[in-house]
């Protein structure tokens, strides 16, 4: 066999079935594996894996496996995409309001301390009572 060949899971169980009767009927495992034209550590690998399976049910682990794998290369590729959007801020439905500013609202949910020019922030600063006040 030439190395890297590939092998259909129908060929991979007929194979399996030839080296298993060879066996029985009075050959080494090596020796089969010889007359197949596999390695004996090839044999017991795809035994590993393929050993009792029927050849529908090895046809259909096969294609399991490479929906498998193109399954997980998409979800590979969409994982940094996902990351980008969650990183992203988002608008709130409706921005709180503090009830501690006084002053009328400009309609955009935000209030504004009554005389604090628009550039700068708005502190808050506790009311004297009104007769201290005119003191």
Known sequence: MLRGKKHTPEQIVSLLRQIEVSVANGKTTPVACRINGITEQTYY???KE????QVDQARRLKELEQ???KLKRLVSELSPEKLVLNDTPRETSKPRSTSLCSGSSSGTGHERALGVPAGEPATWHPTLPSDTARG
Do not use: F, H, I, T
Request: charged share 30%; net charge positive.
């Open 50 to 53: 393929y050993g009792g399976l």
């Open 67 to 69: 929906e498998n794998a």
């Open 45 to 47: 690998r795809w035994r």
